[in-house]
């Protein structure tokens, strides 16, 4: 089996903290499962992911000025 080594800032450190919290789930398995994720390819799987997720409210979008 093959390691990754990757480095992370503090800041992300603690996001990948707080997120694997969220997903109650320990930091190295929330960074295996969101490796293991199929990558969008075309507009249509993005559009169809969006609409899964539609009404979570964990997602958040800001405005920027």
Known sequence: MGII???LTDEEERML???SR???MKRATYVRMLIR???FVTGADVLADAAKRKGDERLRVSRKS
Do not use: L
Request: hydrophobic letters at 25%; charged letters at 50%; glycine letters at 0%.
């Open 37 to 39: 994720e199929e990558p």
């Open 17 to 19: 903290a707080r997120r």
């Open 22 to 24: 969220q997903a109650r």
């Open 5 to 7: 080594t990757v480095r």
